[in-house]
Nanobody
């Protein structure tokens, strides 16, 4: 089992940047594919980005491609989400998640979740 704790959220103006971190504890970190998801009020939880166990492969939602970058440091048991050129529509609670199975973007396949961190982008 793994415990995930997100940090780095906050309030930023449109066009600004934030870097989210997700620190993992418990089981060896590099057995997990890692993903970031987000949920805006009244909406479903959506996929944002994911990376494989080694970090060699990454995948992004079309809405964030070219603006967000997912990375991981297995020595620090941490996955990051660098968010640039933020837009008001990026406002949501952002969650990191860990998956022991096949690399996927489907939230229902992820096994472990953090508590989320709020990102608010003002216009």
């Amino acid at each position: 089992q793994v415990q995930l704790v997100e940090s780095g959220g906050g309030l930023v103006q449109a066009g600004g940047s934030l870097r989210l971190s997700c620190a993992a504890s418990g089981r060896t970190f590099n057995v997990y594919n890692m993903g970031w998801f987000r949920q805006a009020p009244g909406k479903e939880r959506d996929f944002v980005a994911a990376t494989t166990r080694s970090g060699a492969l990454t995948y992004y939602a079309d809405s964030v491609k070219g603006r967000f970058t997912i990375s991981r440091d297995n020595a620090k048991n941490t996955v990051y989400l660098q968010m640039n050129s933020l837009k008001p529509e990026d406002t949501a609670v952002y969650y990191c998640a860990a998956d022991t199975g096949v690399f996927t973007t489907r939230a229902e396949t992820y096994d472990y979740w953090g508590q989320g961190t709020q990102v608010t982008v003002s216009s």
